[in-house]
């Protein structure tokens, strides 16, 4: 019998162990050195600028200190260490001391450097006394500059399997608050699609063996699971994992306390009948009309010893049975993968598939602690160029009960990475939507770190603040222009239009170096904001102004809460519901007739302000 400290100790040995091996990348993959490398020294950091380099997924940063020791920029403990784009702040470097820098364009997350770019020095500036340093944002309200892709509207899960669990131990009903996590993510966030673990695990009791030694298959768990789902208005993405008892090579092999088998399967027509199986039962019970929007995903992180204890080519022989199994039941439906971590395999999962003729109808991956590189290139490369990208799990950390998720440092990652994404994403699953989660046991405390947006009990942390703020925006990105001390680096904008004529501007500030959590005042900034052409439609009446906050003391539900208390009691609980708000205040309005408006504001750093200027008639906040 596996223990939750059995399974912890585990997983802590083998979670960085991973299959792929640098040293054996294509060198056609090599690219040539970035060019035009600038430091400029900042308050509380340095800005990198560099010119991009055709076909990069992303850029290694390289820092030398006072020591002389170089290292790659680490971002406190990020899986992937490469940058998707210039410009970059380094943070969390000791003012005054002079630093050197090089930085390298990769092809993908499993390809080393190749080629340095030449060196320069910078020093942080140190904070000027009491002077903070200030940022501008100009938006141009009358200038839309192309659409907003919603890429939040798909979601990590634990097992849905938590949907039939009740008492966690605590007093809480994971399956009656699961529901109502996910159902809050369909209502507020516009959530269309849920990726979860494990639909075959044995607790399913999807396939078992008879007498004779055929397979037998029973999907009435799966039905029940994916019924309620559905009920609830989210649609399932299907991981094809994990390897049920009866089929595995090795069904010692597991991972987690629900003991997950991450063997490969030891007759691999057995894992072709089971998938082919399974998706031939799903068409039929809902219809390949509405199996066609799910998605069938390939395992889970392959890449990483502790999830797969095959080898790459097993994998690719795992994606090879499963697609031609979902394919054989109806063309129409979706099959992709690597469902790798840290970026990687996309490269070799795309090359395969064009080689062999094997389909890719959606490449997945996972990054944590950094924002996702650009896989884009990589497909370009082996004429993918159409296939959505789903990243089925995002996050500001991979490190169970960590020291970063219940932060306020959550809510400007978060935005940082939506934006990131857009034109060349399509959906970006936060890890996961419920602090209900059993992977290495439940967590002890109400605030125990854990990987969701919402708390048990179904608080919002920042970060679900974030997500809440991007899906409520508008429709169309509007022209903006940020100039100052940490502009487009710690400081970010992203304003759009709705179709009433109200404007909304989100601006945040944040490092993905995680080892600022706690915030730096040194990277707090002023931020001025002035948007222009207002008036373009014409609206006559005065136009409503509000500003809401997140940070350390703002729709912070942590924020307060007594560090003695594992778990609220009646009046906490009531307490802590009725300050589970956004918080957001009015401003002075635009008056009738007004076609620019000035607003000035502290930001923190962690922090995030949404300033929306109603079109008139319209409520001051929603």
């Known amino acids: 019998m596996t223990t939750e400290s059995d399974a912890r100790a585990d997983w802590e040995r083998r979670i960085y162990r991973r299959l792929t091996d640098t040293a054996g990348a294509d060198p056609k993959l090599a690219l040539r050195a970035p060019r035009g490398l600038r430091a400029t020294p900042g308050t509380g950091h340095v800005r990198l600028d560099w010119a991009p380099v055709a076909g990069a997924a992303g850029y290694l940063v390289e820092r030398t200190g006072p020591d002389g020791e170089p290292g790659l920029v680490q971002h406190g403990g990020a899986d992937v260490p490469a940058v998707p784009a210039p410009p970059f702040a380094d943070t969390g470097i000791d003012p005054g001391a002079a630093y050197s820098y090089r930085v390298a364009a990769v092809a993908g997350a499993e390809v080393p450097a190749w080629s340095w770019s030449e060196p320069v020095q910078a020093a942080v500036l140190d904070a000027a006394g009491d002077i903070t340093p200030v940022v501008r944002v100009t938006v141009a309200a009358d200038h839309p500059v192309g659409d907003v892709t919603p890429v939040w509207r798909m979601v990590g899960s634990e097992r849905l399997t938590q949907l039939h669990t009740h008492d966690d131990g605590h007093g809480n009903d994971v399956g009656v608050e699961f529901a109502e996590a996910l159902r809050t993510a369909v209502e507020d966030l516009g959530v269309t699609h849920v990726r979860a673990h494990a639909v075959l695990h044995d607790d399913n009791h999807v396939v078992t063996r008879a007498d004779d030694g055929a397979l037998r298959f029973d999907f009435a768990v799966v039905d029940a699971l994916y019924d309620q789902v559905l009920a609830l208005g989210v649609r399932p993405v299907v991981e ?13 092999q597991t991972v987690f306390a629900y003991r997950a088998i991450i063997s490969p399967p030891a007759d691999w027509s057995e894992w072709y009948a089971t998938v082919h199986a399974l998706a031939a039962h799903l ?18 992180e392959p890449n990483l010893e502790v999830f797969w204890t095959g080898t790459r080519d097993e994998y690719l022989r795992l994606y090879d049975e499963s697609a031609r199994a979902v394919k054989d039941v109806d063309a129409r439906l979706l099959v992709g993968g690597p469902s790798t971590a840290a970026g990687e395999w996309v490269e070799t999962l795309a090359a395969h598939c064009r080689d062999t003729g094997v389909p890719l109808d959606f490449v997945t991956s996972h990054t944590y602690g950094n924002l996702p590189l650009d896989v884009r290139p990589a497909l370009h490369r082996h004429g993918f160029d159409g296939v959505p990208v789903w990243w089925t799990e995002w996050g500001i950390g991979s490190t169970h009960f960590g020291p970063i998720h219940d932060a306020a440092a959550g809510a400007p990652f978060v935005l940082s990475g939506l934006q990131a994404v857009q034109g060349r994403m399509d959906r970006v699953a936060y890890w996961v939507v419920s602090d209900h989660f059993e992977e290495l046991g439940r967590g002890p405390s109400l605030f125990h770190d854990g990987f969701g947006l919402l708390t048990v009990g179904n608080l919002r942390k920042p970060r679900y603040w974030a997500e809440h703020l991007a899906a409520h925006q508008g429709t169309r990105a509007l022209a903006t222009l940020l100039a100052g001390d940490g502009a487009g680096t710690l ?40 948007i222009e052409g207002l008036d373009v439609r014409g609206q006559r009446g005065e136009r409503p102004v509000s500003l809401a906050l997140v940070d350390q003391h703002h729709s912070n539900i942590l924020d307060g809460y007594p560090a003695d208390t594992p778990w609220p009691d009646p009046d906490l609980w009531d307490a802590l519901r009725a300050r589970d708000r956004l918080h957001t205040e009015p401003l002075e309005p635009v008056p009738d007739g007004t076609d620019a408006v000035e607003i000035e504001l502290h930001l923190p750093m962690p922090g995030v302000a949404r300033i929306r200027v109603g079109a008139p008639g319209t409520p001051p906040a929603a």
């Open 240 to 252: 094809l994992s994990f390897m049920p008892a009866v089929l595995a090579r090795d069904p010692a």
């Open 283 to 300: 068409v039929e019970r809902y219809g390949v009309e509405e199996v066609a929007g799910w998605g069938f995903e390939v395992w889970n």
């Open 491 to 530: 400081v970010r904008a992203w304003a759009t239009g709705h179709l009433d004529g109200t404007t909304d501007i989100l601006v945040w500030n944040g490092t993905i170096n995680a080892a600022l959590v706690g915030g730096d005042p040194q990277l707090d900034r002023a931020v001025r904001v002035r």
